[in-house]
């Protein structure tokens, strides 16, 4: 059960952000990511933590970053509960074509905790830092 109107009770859309996040990021964007899940068709929301977080995701995901054949930037945020650190240093490991950079003090979402380092990494991978 996922109703609307949730996203517009006070605190929710902390709250449902709070494992994501190690630094404060504005309301609007928590709220639009709250919404964003509300919205979510089930089965494929289902389906997608099927695939990607689960004992298998992790059995398979080594050897996919182990076939990448293109440079690649992998980027963690240092206390990022979904997806340690630890295991995207590891898989950058597995493969010369991954450059792996952490974000420190951000958790899942690097890019919005921390948006000038994170670009600032993206820039240097691209070549127009």
């Known amino acids: ?3 609307k109107w949730l996203s517009k009770i006070p605190l929710v859309p902390s709250l449902f952000m709070a494992r994501f996040l190690s630094k404060p990021i504005p309301t609007a964007e928590k709220v639009a990511f709250l919404e964003d899940f509300l919205k979510a068709d089930y089965d494929t929301a289902l389906g997608t933590i099927f695939t990607s977080v689960s004992q298998k995701a992790t059995e398979i995901m080594p050897l996919e970053f182990s076939q990448i054949k293109v440079p690649t930037l992998l980027v ?3 206390f990022d509960q979904i997806t340690p650190a630890d295991l995207g240093k590891n898989a950058a490991e597995l493969n010369a074509k991954v450059d792996y950079v952490l974000v420190k ?3 899942h979402f690097p890019m919005l905790e921390d948006p000038d380092t994170y670009l600032n990494y ?7 830092g």
């Open 122 to 128: 993206v820039r240097d991978f691209l070549g127009i």
């Open 105 to 107: 003090g951000t958790g």
């Open 76 to 78: 963690s945020g240092e």
């Open 1 to 3: 059960m996922r109703p």
